[in-house]
T-cell receptor, first 111, second 112 residues
Framework: SQQGEEDPQALSIQEGENATMNCSYK?????LQWYRQNSGRGLVHLIL?????REKHSGRLRVTLDTSKKSSSLLITASRAADTASYFC???????????FGKGTMLLVSP | KAGVTQTPRYLIKTRGQQVTLSCSPI?????VSWYQQTPGQGLQFLFE???????NKGNFPGRFSGRQFSNSRSEMNVSTLELGDSALYLC???????????FGPGTRLLVL
């Protein structure tokens, strides 16, 4: 079953705009990760935020985590056409547990 | 380092047949996980192997099985294929202590 639920399911913006995607989850986590997938290919790891962190940055990416609300957001600033992809959040409950993925947000960035 | 490789990349089978997919992890990675991705169910965890032992298993029928070899390469097998097994099968590897998984390009299986 899916742990995370991304919102929105699809997002269409122009180059240069910011894109914000949200993820909600149901159980306690050790960390939350965001992945990108281009055209049904393999997933690329973007960023990991641990349960004791509230915000993390990596280049044009900013991730926030609110464990009290069991939610996270991914902000991509100054979007480029090359950012067009599906974005998934995945939760890790720790130990020998595995990643549990949401259904993803499809982002379309138009030139 | 070379990334995770999966073979074959594309596969067409008919119902009732069986299929074996292969995954070569990044050198030094001893954990290999398999996921099934479909439009309806999204990404679902199949199983994880670490040092040739299945460490975790998802909620899939026994037709889905896997194994890991001493060189950490892994195979998954699906017997008695059903139309619903059509999917992208993704393999991911990581070191034993890492939290980050590295994914291969996937094998796209079409069952007719």
């Amino acid at each position: 079953s899916q742990q995370g639920e991304e919102d929105p399911q699809a997002l269409s913006i122009q180059e240069g705009e910011n894109a914000t995607m949200n993820c909600s989850y149901k159980t306690s986590i050790n960390n939350l990760q965001w992945y990108r997938q281009n055209s049904g290919r393999g997933l690329v790891h973007l960023i990991l935020i641990r349960s004791n962190e509230r915000e993390k940055h990596s280049g044009r990416l900013r991730v926030t985590l609110d464990t009290s609300k069991k939610s996270s957001s991914l902000l991509i600033t100054a979007s480029r056409a090359a950012d067009t992809a599906s974005y998934f959040c995945a939760t890790d409950a720790g130990g020998y547990s595995t990643l549990t993925f949401g259904k993803g947000t499809m982002l379309l960035v138009s030139p | 380092k070379a990334g995770v490789t999966q073979t074959p990349r594309y596969l067409i089978k008919t119902r009732g047949q069986q299929v074996t997919l292969s995954c070569s992890p990044i050198s030094g990675h001893r954990s290999v996980s398999w996921y099934q991705q479909t439009p309806g169910q999204g990404l679902q965890f199949l199983f994880e192997y670490f040092s040739e032992t299945q460490r975790n298993k998802g909620n899939f029928p026994g037709r889905f099985s896997g194994r890991q070899f001493s060189n950490s390469r892994s195979e998954m097998n699906v017997s008695t294929l059903e139309l619903g097994d059509s999917a992208l099968y993704l393999c991911a590897s990581k070191t034993g202590s890492s939290e980050t998984q590295y994914f291969g390009p996937g094998t796209r299986l079409l069952v007719l």
